[in-house]
């Protein structure tokens, strides 16, 4: 069975007593309702552990926004795979198009990552997506299927399984601009295809995929009820509790 999620990336937002009280209304919003999904956050590290004090009854999963290739030592800014585990923390994002952006991600480096991930069992939500310079010259499929096989395809069906895959077209990221349900359909549908000549349809089918990229309450119903859309990797959205919840309700 796939995994219905909303998952909100706080990206570099919120002072420490924002953060407090947004993830105190959050718990309270999840220990009233029964969400028909899972939620996570991913705040800034600076808040992990406060996170995992907030969120006892693990009402709300808590996810690193990013995480170190390298396992320890003297890799200044970094936080390791044994930090989050040691937290508690259920996972971690990997791959997100602003640290491919600003920061030189690639996808050999997210195939690192993502086995550190698995390895110390936390659940690593792996982000690809075109620019739009690549969707308008055609080349979207193709950017979307080396990502996803350089940064996955080495892992056993296993391993793959427990991989959330978080498909984020550039081009709508931040920028009030949707892919249409259809387009975020169609490729969501490519990388479950891609996935079953894998791995087998049986090993796609239970790939969690989320969409992500402007997702707004008056948006996300529509296209959380595509066939193979599991849910949303919320930005600026996540940031408002009301937006949020409005956000999680259409799972309800
Ligand atoms: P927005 O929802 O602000 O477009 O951000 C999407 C995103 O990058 C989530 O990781």
Redesign the pocket.
Known sequence: MRRKIVAG?WKMNKTFSEAQELMNQLSTYQKKHTSGCEVYIAPPSLYLTAAMDIFTQHEVRVFSQEVSLHTEGAFTGEISVDMLSSIRATGTLIG?SERRQYHGETDANCNKKVKLALDKGLIPIYCNGETLEQRKSGQHFNVIKDQTEVALFSLTPDEIKKVVIAY?PVW???TGETASPEQAQEIHAYIRGLIAEKYGQEVADEVSILY????KPDNAKEIFSKPDVDGG?????SLKIDDFTAIIKAFD
Request: no cysteine; net charge negative; hydrophobic share 40%.
């Open positions: 990336n997100h984020e709508a990221i931040g992500g990229g402007s997702v990797l919320i930005g600026g959205a």
